[in-house]
């Protein structure tokens, strides 16, 4: 554990706002952040954990409290639950780009649609982080967590954290708190050993934004590069030399909706829908058959539709900024809003409430943001 003097929350987050903390803490192994939580705890002083500091929207005010950076990495690898597959064990400070190429470079899949997504591995459960159809819950096996309630380790299986899309029970969303409050330290994700070669692509969002057709087959090495490389056009790629990754990457959450909902949205918004695939082929045993064969299920399935799509249709284009701003909406990405280069954080929400505003006078619907707030209103 290191103390070193502080610097503003501008310099630690991707979307460049918020002023100093009272203290500034490294913690380089787990052991060290460990104990500089329970202090923390135990002295009931305000506290703030940082990865990489991509999915953090932070006030101008300075934070009347201590920031502890997490700075532990380091891969373990573990026998996997069935041939064929491997479990590793991440330290939470652990790049996530860097451990996905490691990956791919290894021949383990599971992970490799998720490339360039910046941040830090413990902060992946949290939000439960997902592109083009992969999501971390599909490979996550558990995490230790540190329990703030408790100041207690413990294992967590990965059916505990409550994974949804973009949440779980770790997550502060705006305007509430977390259902469970602690800090994970490792995470363990199971992944398939496939090796180098070519193998069919699953999952249509995903075959969609690469440009493939169903039953193409591609490498690991292919889909992480295809990947970077349309990440990279939509300015989700992290670049210091362009300020249109200075940003929080979507700051806004692909709306979830009801099927009915969804009908009233014009029908070009493209959306996705979140039924899962079931078994059309119903056997049941002859010697349980009654003559009465059970309706098949009418649950309403919700449906995932494009906020990008929204916000651009509600008439808010690629670049908008409003009179006298530093902050825009990315040149590339309608759903990205971006740090043109010293704008505050009051500056940034109120972009943000303008796109909130027009999306819900022309649709009826009131985007979420993606990022924690800290200091900050809507």
């Known amino acids: 554990m290191t103390e070193i003097p502080p610097v503003p929350l501008a310099e630690l987050t991707t979307l460049r706002t918020g002023g100093a903390p009272r203290r500034l803490i490294v913690a380089d192994s787990a052991e060290e952040l460990v104990s500089t939580l329970r202090t923390l705890w135990a002295e009931a002083e305000p506290w703030l954990v940082v990865g990489g500091g991509s999915n953090l929207f932070v006030g101008d005010e300075s934070f009347d409290g201590t920031v502890v950076l997490v700075r532990t990495a380091g891969v373990e690898r573990l026998p996997g639950s069935r041939p064929g597959t491997v479990r590793?064990?991440?330290?939470?400070?652990?790049?996530?780009?860097?451990?996905?190429?490691?990956?791919?470079?290894?021949?383990l899949a599971g992970i490799?649609?998720?490339?360039?997504?910046?941040?830090?591995?413990?902060?992946?459960?949290?939000?439960?982080?997902?592109?083009?159809?992969?999501?971390?819950?599909?490979?996550?096996?558990?995490v230790e967590l540190l329990d703030e309630g408790t100041a207690e380790v413990s294992t967590v299986p990965a059916h505990q954290l409550g994974l949804g899309f973009r949440t779980s029970v770790l997550k502060q969303h705006y305007g509430s708190v977390a259902q469970r409050s602690g800090v994970i330290l490792s995470v363990t994700l199971e992944l398939e050993e496939v090796g180098d070669g070519e193998r069919p692509v699953a999952?249509?969002?995903?075959?969609?934004?690469?440009?493939?057709?169903?039953?193409?087959?591609?490498?690991?090495?292919?889909?992480?590069?295809?990947?970077?490389?349309?990440?990279?056009?939509?300015?989700?790629?992290?670049?210091?030399?362009?300020a249109d990754t200075w940003g929080a990457g979507s700051f806004f959450q692909n709306a979830i909706v009801s099927e009915a909902f969804a009908r009233t949205l014009p029908a070009e918004c493209p959306r996705w829908s979140l039924a899962p695939e079931v078994d059309t082929v119903l056997v049941i045993p002859l010697a349980a058959f009654d003559g009465v064969v059970?309706?098949?299920?009418?649950?309403?399935?919700?449906?995932?539709?494009?906020?990008?799509?929204?916000?651009?249709?509600a008439g808010i284009g690629k670049g908008f900024r409003l009179p006298r701003s530093r902050a825009g909406i990315s040149t590339k990405h309608t759903l990205a809003l971006t740090n043109r280069g010293g704008a505050t954080a009051a500056e940034l929400a109120e972009l943000a409430r303008f796109v909130q505003q027009r999306v819900q006078a022309e649709f009826g619907l009131i985007l979420q943001p993606e990022p924690v707030l800290l200091g900050v209103e809507l």
Do not use: C, F
Not at 113 to 140: D, R
């Open 88 to 107: 590793l064990r991440v330290q939470a400070g652990h790049d996530w780009d860097e451990l996905v190429a490691a990956t791919v470079a290894e021949g």
């Open 112 to 142: 490799e649609a998720m490339s360039g997504i910046p941040g830090t591995v413990g902060a992946a459960p949290v939000q439960n982080i997902g592109a083009y159809g992969q999501e971390i819950v599909q490979t996550l096996v558990e």
């Open 203 to 242: 999952g249509e969002q995903l075959r969609t934004a690469l440009g493939l057709e169903a039953g193409a087959s591609v490498t690991l090495a292919w889909i992480r590069d295809h990947v970077l490389a349309t990440r990279r056009r939509k300015g989700m790629v992290l670049d210091d030399d362009d």
């Open 294 to 313: 059970p309706p098949p299920s009418s649950a309403a399935a919700e449906v995932k539709v494009s906020s990008a799509w929204l916000i651009e249709h």
